[in-house]
C-alpha cells in the first residue's frame, strides 16, 4: 500500500485504473491521460525520486484531465484567489486586529485600487 492510501480515504472504484476514487473528483478516461503522460516521460528519466513520487501517486495526479475541457481554465484560476488571501493575511497581520467590517473591508479593497492585486474574469 502507498504512503497515499495510507494517509488519505479513498473508495474503492473498479472502472478507476488505480481502482481508488477520490468521491469529490471525476476519474480521468485513459484518452484524456495519453497527452499529460507523454509530458511526464519526458520529464521523469533524469529525475529518479520524481519517477518514484509520479508511480506511487499514478493516475490521482491527474485528476484535472478527467474534468471538461470547459472547465481546465477556471480550475487554474484558484492560484490568484490563493494569492489574494495571501496578501490580505499578510496586510492584516501588522495590525493586531481589524476595529470592524468597514476597516476590513477598506484594506481588502485597497488592495484592488492601489493595483497591488489583480483579479481576472473567470470563465466556464
Known sequence: ???????????VNPLHPLGVHHPSFPSPLPGQLAQPLAKLKVVVPPHPALAESLEEVGVELLTFYGFP?????????????????????RRVK??????????ALLVFFGL????????????G
Open 94 to 103: 501588522t495590525q493586531p486586529s481589524l476595529p470592524s467590517e468597514k476597516a
Open 1 to 11: 500500500m502507498s504512503r497515499l492510501h495510507r494517509q488519505a480515504s479513498f473508495s
Open 112 to 123: 484592488f485600487a492601489s493595483g497591488q492585486v489583480k483579479m481576472r474574469r473567470t470563465e
Open 69 to 89: 475541457a470547459s472547465q481546465h481554465k477556471s480550475l487554474r484560476t484558484t492560484n490568484a484567489i490563493e494569492r489574494l488571501q495571501e496578501e490580505f493575511r
